[in-house]
């Protein structure tokens, strides 16, 4: 017995001793790693293998950045260059990081309208050339429009012009007939249109004085109508919309300068006082209150039909937003002059300059001090695009801060272009404001806009173009 717990005991102790050859007892993965560090290192030097894989990595993420760009280049843009936007701090980069999710596709706009065709497709890398935009610009052949237009179109997006020819002129866009990125529709804005876009500059309204007051309330149809029925396309199509709403929205200011803060003195019925409408936004939809609508509003006359337009296109666009989550952008427009502009446009740069090219006397309204901030149409476009492409709803002033007396402005016209141009006085229109002057720090902080054109630079660019024109005009009476 003793033997026999001997003889166990030492069978205990060899199996101990001597691993069993049948089951090797289980070993953790863990205790291999000090050894399999090294050996991982040493395997990827051998033979370079390391080198091969690198290799691997650049050719496949070559590869994967050229391919998404490479699949959009259709036969109509082959030949362009691929197209970039430029962000806020000028350096190149994916335009369309700096859109919403609800631009970002790169499907092609050849292969059909539908939406669902540009639907989100996931996000493209960075360094990616912008996709092409499909753009609609109401009042396109006016004269900012057109300017805005030449920019989209140079930076690759396809652009569809829809306007009525009430101030905006063909001349203005001949340029650009026949180039397969544009289109251009004859339409009153006053009148719904599908079209599937991916955003809409919303400019469509005469401007000028003398043209909006030609006819009140069409200019009140177009700002409220026109910018019901756009901002009802754009909440229809998923657009992004912006507003080109006017420094007017101040009136006769009585914050100087102005800031977007500032919330305006505007005289609501104009210098006719009989009046009092109560416009019910509601009853728009309904034919018969849209004609009440349009025989009160015969007797609001003078500004306030621009002014209150405008003021009420500020709201819809808003309302829109935060009711059915439109994107919409609002710039406040200030006085902006240069090439195109109608020459008849009524307003004072364009008067003192024609007037002084035709050797007539240049006409000052009133006492002459009233003071307004010129910007050059260029630094407007600039700023627009980057308002409709940025983050920021706004409203964002748009002008140029540098203030001058109308009388200031007759002789920096004098200087220019005749220095024996002389002026005459002539009374005052109805509401004037006395003066102008934009509060730019918000669009220099936030869409990082300034304008670079000071006057005494922007004048010279349009009068060339005045000549031309004046010349060609005079050519024409004398056949
Ligand atoms: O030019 C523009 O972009 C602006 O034009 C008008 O605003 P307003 O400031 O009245 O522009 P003008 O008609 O050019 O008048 C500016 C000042 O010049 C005066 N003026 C105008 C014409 C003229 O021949 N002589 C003259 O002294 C006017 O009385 C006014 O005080 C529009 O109402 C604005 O929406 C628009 O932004």
Redesign the pocket.
Known sequence: MKQLHKQSSMNHRRDEETPSTQTPPYSPKSLKHPKSIPRSINYLFKEQRLLFILIGILIGSTFFILQPSLSRLGPTDAHSPIRRSFSKDNTVSSGVSVFSDNHDSSASFSSGTNRAVYGKVGRVPVGIGRRRMRVVVTGGAGFVGSHLVDKLIARGDEVIVLDNFFTGRKDNLVHLFGNPMFELIRHDVVEPILLEVDQIYHLACP???VH?KYNPVKTIKTNVMGTLNMLGLAKRVGARFLLTS???VYGDPLQHPQKETYWGNVNPIGKVASATTIICFGCLFSYSCRLLLSFGLIWLGE?SC?DEGKRTAETLAMDYHRGAGVEVRIAR?????GPRMCLDD????S??VAQAIRKLP?????D?K?T?SFQYVSDLVDGLVALMDGEHIGPFNLGNPGEFT?LELSEVVKETIDPSATVEF?P??AD??HM?KPDISKAKELLNWEPKISLREGLPLMVGDFRQRILNEDEGKGA
């Open positions: 401007a000028s004085p909006y006017t420094s007017e500004r621009y427009i200030f006085n902006t002059y009524g307003r004072v740069v008067n003192f240049m006409t000052v309204y009133g002459g009233q307004r109308m002539r005052n229109t004037d404001p102008r």
